[in-house]
């Protein structure tokens, strides 16, 4: 469940109680009042900040565009097939190796 519905009945509670409140024969303005105002608005805003971002995906959330997962594995002959991994030789070893064959030139 979205977690923003909940804070945005929160601030129209808020708000009911305030204007009843304000309302009400035997009430003044008071500090409470324009409390529960303000509170109102602070729950609107939470509710805005944790509503879902417009580009992002849903667990729940399938497009046509998005194939379903294989319940079987695929055959021998579907599968990729790995690249052998070739080592790589490291900026050590070359610089080892350049300066060995710079020694040996230096010899001649």
């Not at 979205?2 to 009400?24: E, G, K, N, Q």
């Not at 417009?54 to 729940?60: A, H, M, P, R, V």
Request: with cysteine.
């Amino acid at each position: 469940m979205r977690t923003d519905y909940p804070l945005y009945v929160i601030a129209v509670i808020c708000f009911l109680v305030a204007i009843y409140a304000y309302a009400a024969p035997l009430a003044e303005t008071e500090l409470y009042i324009y409390a529960l105002a303000v509170l109102g608005i602070v729950f609107i805003g939470l509710g805005y900040m944790a509503r879902p971002k417009e580009g992002s995906l849903s667990e729940t959330t399938l497009t046509p565009s998005m194939p379903a997962p294989p319940s079987e594995p695929l055959p021998a002959e579907i599968q990729p097939k790995e690249k052998p991994k070739t080592p790589r030789k490291t900026p050590v070893k070359r610089r080892a190796r350049k300066k060995s064959a710079a020694k040996k030139r230096r010899k001649k």
